[in-house]
């Protein structure tokens, strides 16, 4: 079955670093657009950045742009979130998600389990 | 960025009621919406995309409706387990966006 695996969350201070990584299994990778989505403590939903199916395209939320890249690894089965210059308003649970294309539509059918960045000195 | 205002944020209900949630946005998207349940400690779940269509496995007391702007949740007759939060999302065009959220509780 389809599984999306978290890893790389944490606590990290304003202006460093952090990598998310999700590591995909049960489907194949090549073929789906890969999402990051992430909700603040006690907050709504955000969608944060895409990467198609093959790599070539990427598109970000402007709170974001310029700060995070999205990239995948299509011989790890993984989609990455490189994080830079980190705010404490980035505070938040950050999921993966995989998207399905079908006939008159498009949704998310899979979710990573969702891994906390904390950025907070 | 196109932006979604979505009605209620917050809901009281009773088990058996029926319920409606809307959403609306700045520009028309189509029919390029879904709705998505999470309850507390979990993920999200999409239950309908393209406005009306049901995801595989979700009960048929969920309906959506509505294209251009406006856009409806429906459910028929409320279930214990269906007290959650629930968003709306365009994906007509990047970036993607959600609603601020409506928590349905128990009255």
């Known amino acids: 079955q389809v599984q999306l695996l978290q890893s790389g969350g944490g606590v990290v201070q304003p202006g460093r670093s952090l990598r998310l990584s999700c590591a995909t299994s049960g489907f194949t990778f090549s073929n789906y657009g890969m999402h990051w989505v992430r909700q603040a403590p006690g907050k709504g939903l955000e969608w944060v950045a895409v990467v198609s199916h093959d790599g070539s395209h990427t598109y970000y939320a402007d709170s974001v742009k310029g700060r995070f890249t999205i990239s995948r690894d299509s011989s790890k089965n993984t989609v990455y979130l490189q994080m830079e210059s980190l705010r404490p308003e980035d505070t938040a649970v950050y999921y993966c998600?995989?998207?399905?294309?079908?006939?008159?539509?498009?949704?998310?059918?899979?979710w990573g389990q969702g891994a906390l960045v904390t950025v907070s000195s | 960025a196109i932006q979604m205002t979505q009605s209620p944020s917050s809901l009281s209900a009773s088990v058996g009621d029926r319920v409606t949630i809307t959403c609306r946005a700045s520009?028309?998207?189509?029919?390029?919406l879904g709705w998505v349940q999470q309850k507390p400690g979990s993920g999200p779940k999409v239950l309908i995309y393209a406005a009306s269509t049901l995801q595989s496995g979700v009960p048929s007391r969920f309906s959506g409706s509505g294209s251009g702007t406006d856009f409806t949740l429906t459910i028929s007759s409320l279930q214990p387990e269906d007290f959650a939060t629930y968003y709306c999302?365009?994906?007509?065009?990047?970036?993607?966006?959600f609603g601020q959220g409506t928590k349905l509780e128990i009255k």
């Open positions: 520009q028309g998207i189509s029919d390029e």
């Open positions: 998600a995989k998207i399905t294309a079908v006939a008159g539509g498009r949704y998310f059918d899979s």
């Open positions: 999302l365009q994906d007509y065009n990047y970036p993607y966006t």
